[in-house]
């Protein structure tokens, strides 16, 4: 079985598939409202924390649903699965561009992240990971840096779709966008061949890949991702304002999350070949702590050129650390659960891009600035290190060695 899955050419139209699909539906939904903050702020003058809730609603419906609908894709064909979160998407996206109130823009971000995000992200990372048997890092790194192209494209061309038609015409092209694109990427989706699904499965799985239980790794990593997120989260989502407070337009802004995220696609790419070489979990500690220690430098930057640049360095780095949590899931997880297992983690991961993002314009409005919103991202990073790395040393502990008698 191994080798007709090594030998089917059509795994890698599974990760262009896959790549396409999570640079359009985790694009919008990850980070692609930042630069919705200031017209909405405009128009009806709400506080950016309640602005930057919009999204995270959508994270915790992305956490929600990526624990329901990962259990259900580890049972039920995902090209259903996929093409639910395709149209959920699309229709939530055309609605919200007639949305009046803010708990309108929360229930339809909600409801995007939970059915949509929710069907596709989890399922679809885990589906890749059951394709390769052999150089799984390189083909999620592949599959990640579609995510990157997507959170990187979607707030700059959304930020030119806001200068031509204004916030409520940009969401009707996005969402119009997102069914003619989406759709057609989900019908290319298929199971591997002999898949197992977990309702097959009975008790305790027999290929967990640890001598810890389950339930252990899923605590550690679930408890590690909040922290690495919540970091993550905080350029990903006031960047684009932080840099509007220099007095850079918003096009100029959007384009530095922009060439942030194309540098990315080859971070991504390159701690999955890393991971395939040095391990997933001491690739997922390089890239933890290259975000770390730079995530709070973005406050001091103060013209466009000094952006562009740190942009890059970053930017680069801070790729591989969601590279490095599905690779470690992969390879920390039983197959015949990969699906739900991955939801769960991911859900963790959506928590705290969620928490990241509200914190930062809860302390924007208490301060006036964004340095103590920045600070809390670095020691959400520092968190995540010592958790990232008590797990390594635990699972490369060696058994005492018994005493002769």
Known sequence: MTDRIENDPYRWAIVASVAAMLAISMG?????????????????????????????????????????????????????????????????????????????????????????????????????????????????????????????????????????WGWRGALLALGVFCLATLIPLALLTRDPPGRVRSATVSGPPDDAPTRLPNSLVLVWLSAAVLMCCTCMAVPLMHLVPLIQERGIAATSAGSVVFLMLMVAIAGRVFFGVLADRIGAIPAWLTASAWQTLLVFGFTWMSGLTGFYVYAVIYGFGYAGVMTGVLITTRSLTPPSRRASSTGIVLAFAWLGHGLGGWQGGLFYDLTGAYTVTYANAAVAGMLNLILVGSLYLTLNRRPATPVPG
């Open 28 to 164: 919008l939904l990850v980070n692609g409202l930042s630069v919705f903050f200031v017209p909405l702020e405009a128009e009806f003058g709400w506080p950016r924390r309640s602005i930057a809730l919009i999204n995270s609603a959508g994270l915790i419906g992305l956490a929600v649903g990526g624990i329901v609908m990962g259990a259900v894709a580890d049972r039920v064909s995902i090209r259903l699965i996929s093409l639910t979160g395709a149209v959920t998407i699309g229709l939530c996206v055309l609605a919200a561009s007639q949305a009046t109130a803010l708990w309108q823009f929360y229930i339809l971000f909600f409801i995007a992240g939970a059915v949509g995000g929710g069907s596709i992200f989890a399922p679809l990372m885990a589906l890749v990971g059951n394709w390769f048997r052999t150089g799984a890092g390189f083909a999620i790194g592949i599959a990640a840096a579609g995510q990157a192209i997507g959170q990187g494209g979607m707030p700059f061309g959304a930020a030119f779709l806001i200068d031509a």
